[in-house]
């Protein structure tokens, strides 16, 4: 019986030792270069295909996470003062109306230092995971869609377009005060200060939502002193704008919301529907019923047009994806067709906007 324990021992310690042999062997290689002991991330790609999976099912079958699909995307733009420094703003006048008329892209041909702090604001936030919604780039996607072939060149702001074009949630507005040295750089030296203001603006209801305001700061250029103040200031400025937008998670988008009768549809909003309300006792009550808790405040009412400001819609669906202004004034169109027999257009401009237009009644 011992003799076959010690046998077993034996045995035992022998693979053992056959197994610390092999580790030992391994510890003897050469040791690996830097370059070899990186990070598979930052190894050259070889293929796109390297390392994905291609479960589309899976993917499409797992949760969708809310507040990833809710974090608000942000786009960065000069102010006007530093347009005006650049010689890019104008005004005009059409119609009794006075536009102004912004040249963005005349803006990055002559500015290249603020241009750079620009970047810097927009490396801020991508290193803090927001989805940036890049400046430069959206004019030239404006370009390719000859989006700035406007009748008469008035029809819509450069602001606005750039808004239209990219979507952004929030835009970030970085401009100085005026009568500080010029962000040129060409009167700019170490021992003089400048004051900037970045303001981060609800791009669909036009709020400030979160600011830095840099006082009196100096450093040994324009650039060095912006972005050192920035880069001070920046973490409770990106607070700001999530406490913000959690808020509006939670309680909903605010928005406005107007209704209108064209002239020559034959109705006024006075009339009595198909369903036995007039048409606008029926979009009051279709307004508390479609807004979160009800929230919303009319400010016009008359036989032709209907107006609403506070409007607070979702923003998201009961599966957690995205739910809009666009699918809000959609559903609204379609209950007003299906539902009261109108034919109707949705006509609205802004981000922050429903405008639906009652043309008259269906004839099919």
């Not at 064209?262 to 036995?276: K, Y």
């Not at 009800?294 to 998201?316: P, Q, S, W």
């Not at 027999?341 to 237009?357: F, T, Y």
Request: hydrophobic content about 35%; proline content about 2%; charged content about 25%.
């Amino acid at each position: 019986m011992k003799i076959t324990k010690l046998l077993l021992t034996a045995v035992v310690a022998m693979v053992v030792l056959s197994g610390c042999s092999e580790q030992k062997e391994v510890k003897t290689v050469e040791t690996p270069s830097a370059a070899e002991t990186a990070p598979v991330a930052s190894q050259p790609v070889k293929n796109l295909l390297d390392n994905t999976s291609g479960d589309i099912e899976a993917y499409e079958s797992s949760d969708v996470n809310a507040v990833v699909q809710a974090r608000p995307s942000i786009m960065v733009i000069p102010g006007d003062q530093i347009l005006k420094d650049c010689g890019c703003i104008s005004t005009e006048k059409a119609n009794g109306r006075e536009f102004i008329i912004r040249d963005y892209k005349g803006f990055l041909l002559k500015n290249n230092e603020i241009k750079q702090v620009i970047s810097f604001i927009q490396n801020e936030f991508n290193d803090s995971e927001f989805p940036l919604n890049d400046f430069e780039q959206t004019l030239k996607q404006l370009d390719t869609q000859e989006a700035f072939d406007m009748a008469d060149g008035l029809e819509k702001d450069a602001r606005t377009m750039l808004s239209s074009m990219a979507r952004p949630d929030i835009i970030l507005e970085f401009t100085y005060e005026k009568g500080k040295p010029s962000l040129l750089g060409h009167n700019y030296n170490a021992s003089k200060s400048t004051s900037y203001t970045l303001r981060a603006i609800d791009a669909y209801s036009s709020k400030v939502v979160a600011a830095i305001n840099g006082n009196d700061i100096s450093g040994a250029s324009i650039k060095e002193a912006m972005q050192q103040d920035i880069k001070r200031n920046i973490n409770k400025f990106q607070g700001d704008i999530q406490k913000y937008f959690n808020d509006i998670l939670t309680r909903g988008r605010d928005v406005t919301v107007r209704v209108v009768v064209e002239s020559g549809s034959g109705i006024a909003l006075s009339d009595e529907s198909i369903e036995g309300d007039t048409y606008t006792d029926w979009i009051i009550d279709y307004m508390k019923a479609n807004t979160v808790k009800g929230a919303h405040t009319m400010v016009r009412n008359t036989d032709y047009e209907l107006a609403f400001t506070n409007c607070r819609i979702k923003l998201l669906n009961d599966d957690g994806t995205q739910y809009g202004v666009y699918d809000w004034a959609r559903d609204l169109q379609k209950d007003l067709r299906r539902n009261l027999g109108l034919k109707c257009a949705n006509k609205a401009q802004g981000l922050g906007e429903v405008l639906i237009a009652i043309q008259g009644l269906r004839t099919n």
